[in-house]
């Protein structure tokens, strides 16, 4: 098992920026890749982004690309999501996410066996 703690998120303006947080009670030495999804009211989970743990391998939704960034902090077992030029769609209960068996990140949610508790970002327009 994996527990997955998140922080951060909240309320912005549009054109500002937020971080969230995910920390992983622990991971694999070897296969483990974490990701970021998200879910805007009356919409379905969506992709955000994803990352290994070894080589640091990223991948992004479309939406988000050159706004979010995905990066690990391998001694805290952490991931975070830097978002910038945040828009009003933007707005969701942002969830982290955690796969021990396998090595390449995806963007697909059935990959994912751990979750978060969810963060509210919300913008303003």
């Known amino acids: 098992q994996v527990q997955l703690s998140q922080s951060g998120g909240g309320l912005v303006q549009a054109g500002g920026s937020l971080r969230l947080s995910c920390a992983a009670s622990r991971r694999s030495s070897s296969t483990f890749v974490m990701g970021w999804f998200r879910q805007a009211p009356g919409k379905e989970r969506e992709a955000v982004a994803g990352i290994s743990w070894n080589g640091g391998r990223t991948v992004y939704a479309d939406s988000v690309k050159g706004r979010f960034a995905i990066s690990k902090d391998n001694n805290l077992n952490t991931i975070y999501l830097q978002m910038s030029s945040l828009k009003p769609e933007d707005t969701a209960i942002y969830y982290c996410?955690?796969?021990?068996?396998?090595?390449?990140?995806?963007?697909?949610?059935?990959?994912?066996?751990?979750w978060g508790q969810g963060s509210q970002v919300t913008v303003s327009s």
């Open positions: 996410a955690a796969d021990i068996d396998r090595d390449v990140p995806t963007l697909n949610e059935n990959d994912y066996d751990f």
